[in-house]
């Protein structure tokens, strides 16, 4: 078995290690503070909780959509992979800005659509319970995993800031960070989410840009010396800057490089925060101008995150960070502990601002995603069952879903702590792509799609993803799977998008073809209600 854990190395030193504590509990506690105060003035109306009354500027927006693009994972976890892995985790930080250009595609359609879960996107075109409850399911299954290995990745961050290296400090800490994100989670509404996503992502540029100017110091302001050095001081200076070295595609080959890319940038894309959050914009075309600012804001943000990976593996060495972290996910704060002296005050507060990065990164990424959730569980399942509900019912059954969605998630990554957790958010990313963008493809552009090509593509997909991710690599047969010494690893690739995404197409044509009748929703209202925003009138007709 694999043990993902911190080392008896300090990359911070004792001389940071009570003032960066100190200052880091501070941060939090004014952030649980403003978040209690903002909760005082809220109202129990469901759609101004969910989407703010679709009043959300582009630039607003925007920037909200760009701060949703900062997670933990890819903060820390997409800065490790280019620190170790050189070349690899680079084209994985490009993909960040591919998954905003897909959603720069549907943009426009998604907000004029007038829906903002899956629930209802799901039943643009067909009516019933049915395509409710298989959005919920879906969402779920999307939402459970990426909690838990946000809360892992925060509660690994948090043990490193401690100096400790045992495994129940890390599961303190994961349990430590699913609290604090419960609380900001049942109290926040959109609005609130979105004002912390705006706030987050200038001072995470500005932290990286100091970060990688002061690497960038040391080796006389030249990048290549820099990049000379990173490749240098990895575990393999001959294949660093070359692709292929990453180990979860060293041995399978460029079909599962392929298929790992197309699925990264289609899944991310169809993530339903991200989704209920283009619905909050106030018209169709604000909602591309928000993308195309996102786009831009999110461009700069992958530029430093890669300047910074290659940074820690120059000033920290490969070597040093996958002692500490056999993830990487440390090494922008080794790297912040690195560029400047230690015993100096610019040192600790440089160490404690990345810190506090950190933290707002965990905080809003599993804040977004469990919001997501529960609105979906409130809204389309509970909100549309049989017995009628209040809006300040419908309310309470968010915050209850809220609270139990983070209780779940901090439970389940604190029990599998010792496992590796990153075929999770593979399987996440995976289920979004296969059950989620066939869908929308077909409701938006496909005027036969009915009721059965929708279940068969949602549910076959899903049962696709979930058989060829338990056969693939990531759970048997490999070094880094969940149980390396198995051997049922009979599906060859790592990520099950390359077979699933193009058979939920197949499964969503197979079944409607085989389908009685017509659809159920007339295809000229959907389509004039996405171009338009507007409903089909009585001319239209």
Not at 506 to 531: C, I, K, N, Q, S
């Amino acid at each position: 078995m694999t043990l993902y854990t911190l080392s008896s190395g300090d990359g911070i030193g004792s001389d940071a290690r009570a003032p960066v504590i100190i200052a880091f509990l501070v941060f939090i506690g004014m952030s649980l503070l403003w978040l209690f105060t903002l909760a005082a003035s809220q109202e129990d109306n469901p759609e101004r909780l969910y989407i703010a009354d679709r009043s959300f500027s582009p630039v607003f927006n925007g920037f909200a959509m760009a701060g949703e693009q900062i997670t933990v994972v890819t903060l820390m976890g997409t800065s490790g992979v280019v620190a170790l892995y050189g070349y690899d985790g680079f084209t994985i930080a490009i993909d960040s800005l591919m998954t905003l250009g897909v959603l720069l595609l549907l943009a426009q359609k998604l907000r004029n659509s007038g829906r903002y879960t899956l629930g209802e996107l799901f039943s643009l075109r067909v009516s019933g319970p049915a395509p409710r409850v298989a959005a919920a399911v879906v969402t779920l299954v999307i939402a459970v995993p990426l909690l838990m290995v946000q809360l892992r990745a925060g509660g690994i961050s948090a043990a490193l800031l401690i100096g400790t290296s045992t495994d129940g400090a890390q599961v303190v800490c994961t349990v430590l960070m699913g609290c604090l994100v419960a609380c900001f989670a049942a109290v926040a509404d959109l609005r609130g989410t979105s004002l912390v996503q705006v706030v987050k992502v200038p001072i995470t540029l500005v932290t990286l840009a100091v970060v990688s100017l002061l690497a960038l110091r040391k080796f006389a302001w030249d990048p290549g010396s820099l990049l000379t050095a990173a490749a240098a001081q990895s575990v393999e200076p001959d294949d660093y800057l070359k692709p292929g070295l990453w180990p979860y595609t060293a041995t399978l080959g460029p079909f599962n490089t392929f298929g790992n890319h197309v699925v990264l940038i289609l899944g991310t894309a169809m993530m339903p925060h991200l989704i209920l959050r283009i619905s909050a914009s106030r018209t169709g075309q604000a909602a591309r101008r928000s993308m195309s600012i996102a786009v831009g804001l999110t461009g700069v943000f992958v530029l430093f995150l890669m300047t910074t990976g290659f940074a820690a593996a120059a000033v920290v060495g490969g070597g040093e960070i996958g002692a500490v972290d056999a993830t990487g996910q440390s090494s922008p704060i080794l790297l912040a502990s690195g560029v400047l002296r230690d015993g100096s005050s610019a040192r600790v507060v440089l160490i404690t601002v990345v810190a506090c990065v950190a933290f707002f990164a965990v905080l809003t990424a599993v804040a977004s995603v469990t919001f997501a959730a529960a609105v979906s569980v409130a809204h389309d399942v509970v909100a549309r069952g049989k017995r009628p509900i209040s809006n300040r019912g419908e309310v309470q059954t968010l915050r209850v879903a809220v609270v139990i969605l983070c209780v779940l998630g901090m439970s389940l990554s604190a029990a599998t702590h010792r496992f590796p957790a990153e075929f999770l958010a593979t399987f996440s990313i995976c289920v979004a792509a296969s059950c989620v963008f066939p869908v929308l493809i077909y409701s938006f552009f496909w005027r036969r799609f009915n009721r059965r090509g929708l279940l068969c593509s949602v549910y076959g997909g899903l049962l696709l993803c979930t058989l060829l991710t338990v056969f693939s690599p990531t759970v048997s047969g490999t070094e880094y799977a969940l149980w390396p010494e198995a051997g049922f690893d009979w599906y060859p690739f790592q990520t099950p998008g390359l077979i699933s995404v193009p058979a939920a197409f197949f499964l969503g044509w197979l079944g409607t073809m085989t389908a009685p009748g017509d659809p159920e929703v007339d295809f000229r209202h959907v389509e004039y209600r996405a171009l338009t925003g507007k409903e089909v009138g009585p001319r239209g007709r």
